[in-house]
């Protein structure tokens, strides 16, 4: 015995036992287990464990059955390498921790070169957003961008929705006015959790994009103000949204934690925000800590900001990142228009593990 064997005996027999990859465990071709948990015997326990030069081959008691177990397969259970929602698998930042251009890519390298496109979508998934340029400035094109790496979400919106001043808006998006950081359809249950906009043009003074990292802002309120992040975790707020059409509504926390206490996600948005309802005493309190929240999302170190042209399409998880713009006034001539869509997370995972799949082995 060594101290590899030690490791795998540290886990417990009937972990072991369960994640067997034997052809009686599990299916060859799709890998899912062939046995339920209650299948197992109730006390199971290591007989024997003997080392194969790459793994391990462990015998249970009581019925006999043997287990391989590869080095590669228990190094993977113990990486470190995690593309979870939560704060911890994330780089949080603030304006000076990006570096110049990182998270930028040109569309057809991104679409010809696999290892690029995988660093730029492994980026979202880390920091939580990328630029790509160059995209065709041609309608629907967006809806090529996020089918790159998943599948689009269709709303009441549609397959894409229009970002451009409208006669009579349904939304303050749809004129020149500033627009504050807000994630998007915070009144959707479940909310989209990844988002794309294509600039068609922008050739207008102003309108300028803003991103911050919500979990970073979180974060700072959780060291600066304790009691005001415990109140906008863990007290839900109704967000909704409502046309002629459509009636939507959430009751969620602007900040969302996992069963760990860890950030996991951030609804932000003042203009669907409704009147909130709690007992008097407690009003003033969440007021003050939305307040707080609020300053923070504003702050200029934390505000990432940059200019959409013809041909940009940004990229960002929309549980996280919150967007801003500045305002502008179209003249003779002159108009800005993006066209969005939405798209979810777990197409983006699925996507990187593929990539990272090919990128091996064509190494």
């Known amino acids: ?57 462990i015998t249970f008691l009581p019925d006999g059955h043997r287990s391989e177990f590869s080095n590669r397969w228990l190094a993977s ?44 979508l492994r980026g979202i998934a880390k920091i939580g957003f990328a630029v790509l340029h160059n995209v065709p400035v041609e309608d629907r094109a967006v809806l090529s961008v996020a089918k790159s790496f998943g599948f689009v979400r269709e709303t009441n919106y549609g397959e894409l929705f229009e970002v451009r001043v409208e006669a009579n808006p349904s939304n303050l998006a749809f004129t020149g006015a500033s627009i ?24 207008v003074d102003g309108g300028d994009s803003g991103l911050v990292d919500g979990f ?15 109140l906008l975790a863990s007290t839900p707020v109704t967000f909704a949204w409502s046309d002629a059409v459509t009636q939507l509504s959430a009751h969620r926390p602007m900040i969302e934690l996992d069963p760990l206490g860890k950030i996991r996600g951030v609804r932000f948005n003042n203009r669907s925000l409704q009147t909130l309802r709690m007992k008097s005493d407690r009003l003033g309190e969440y007021y003050d800590a939305y307040r707080h929240f609020a300053r923070i ?26 967007h801003a713009r500045t305002a502008f006034e179209e003249s003779s001539g002159g108009k800005r228009h993006l066209q969005g869509c939405y798209a979810d997370l777990d197409g983006l995972g699925s996507t990187i593990a593929l990539l990272e799949r090919l990128v091996t082995s064509s190494q």
């Open 1 to 57: 015995m060594n101290a590899n064997s030690d490791r795998v005996l540290a886990m417990p027999a009937i972990w072991l036992r369960d994640n067997c990859q034997c052809v009686q465990c599990r299916d060859p071709h799709n890998h899912q287990k062939l046995f339920k948990i209650t299948d197992l015997p109730e006390h199971v326990s290591v007989g024997d464990i003997s080392s194969t030069g790459d793994g391990y081959v």
């Open 77 to 120: 259970y113990h990486s470190t390498d995690d593309l979870g929602r939560s704060e911890h698998a994330k780089s949080l930042w603030r304006v000076g921790d990006l570096e110049p251009g990182a998270h930028h890519a040109d569309w057809s390298t991104y679409n010809d070169n696999s290892a690029v496109r995988l660093g730029i």
């Open 180 to 203: 504050s950081p807000h994630t998007d359809n915070p009144y959707r249950d479940p909310v989209p959790t990844m988002q794309l906009l294509h600039c068609i043009a922008n050739d």
């Open 216 to 230: 970073e802002a979180a974060a700072t309120l959780r060291d600066e103000n304790p009691r005001a992040f415990e």
């Open 297 to 322: 999302l504003e702050r200029s170190e934390l505000m990432y900001e940059f200019r959409l042209d013809a041909g940009d399409c940004m990229i960002f998880d929309n549980t996280r990142i919150l």
